[in-house]
T-cell receptor
Framework: DQQVKQNSPSLSVQEGRISILNCDYT??????FLWYKKYPAEGPTFLIS?????DKNEDGRFTVFLNKSAKHLSLHIVPSQPGDSAVYFC????????????FGTGTRLQVTL | DTAVSQTPKYLVTQMGNDKSIKCEQN?????MYWYKQDSKKFLKIMFS???????INETVPNRFSPKSPDKAHLNLHINSLELGDSAVYFC???????????????FGSGTRLTVV
């Protein structure tokens, strides 16, 4: 039962344009959502997060939008740069004891010149 | 100075063997995790430990046995390896039992296990 889904396995965007990565979830108990970035042969690294009580969080070129009624979030990268080429994982968290991050399957972003 | 380090990075072994993967974190975090990334790239939690105490054990075959000698170390021992165990195993840590929403986990770089 996959509670966090990233339905696009890959995305290709030109340098300078906007990259939009999508994520859907099924469990309304999630109270935080996080995005991780992963380069080959490295572990995922934290990028940005959003609380379920907010609808937007921005950090430099990265903005995460949350639509709670649709159980959908998206990560916007503007402008996209070649160094952004990586796999992006969406993750969700229910806070409390024995809490854990539940991950999606990732979207591979390729930023082309 | 690596924050979460795993060894080995690559492990190729035959079916039926027993192997261990080691993980150490120097962040002073209280909680450590093992995640498995399978061939479908799905990152799934296996275990979590908080201050050497097992907190999460997610329906993992009992051939997998985690060991936490202290809160800075979480090792994974796998008995009687099977082809289906081939995956990338990630160790991670967080400051507290509930990961900080502002930081989440800090991951190691992974151990690619190939069972032949």
């Amino acid at each position: 039962d996959q509670q966090v889904k990233q339905n696009s396995p890959s995305l290709s965007v030109q340098e300078g344009r906007i990259s939009i990565l999508n994520c859907d979830y099924t469990n309304s108990m999630f109270d935080y959502f996080l995005w991780y970035k992963k380069y080959p042969a490295e572990g995922p690294t934290f990028l940005i997060s959003i609380s379920s009580i907010k609808d937007k969080n921005e950090d430099g070129r990265f903005t995460v939008f949350l639509n709670k009624s649709a159980k959908h979030l998206s990560l916007h990268i503007v402008p996209s740069q070649p160094g952004d080429s990586a796999v992006y994982f969406c993750a969700a968290l229910i806070t409390g004891t024995a809490s854990k991050l539940t991950f999606g399957t990732g979207t591979r972003l390729q930023v082309t010149l | 100075d690596t924050a979460v380090s795993q060894t080995p990075k690559y492990l190729v072994t035959q079916m039926g063997n027993d192997k261990s993967i080691k993980c150490e974190q120097n962040l002073g975090h209280d909680t450590m995790y093992w995640y498995k990334q399978d061939s479908k790239k799905f990152l799934k939690i296996m275990f979590s430990y908080n201050n050497k105490e097992l907190i999460i054990n997610e329906t993992v075959p009992n051939r997998f046995s985690p060991k936490s000698p202290d809160k800075a170390h979480l090792n994974l021992h796998i008995n009687s390896l099977e082809l289906g165990d081939s995956a990338v195993y990630f160790c991670a840590s967080s400051q507290a039992i509930t990961p900080s929403p502002a930081r989440g986990y800090t991951f190691g770089s992974g151990t690619r296990l190939t069972v032949v």
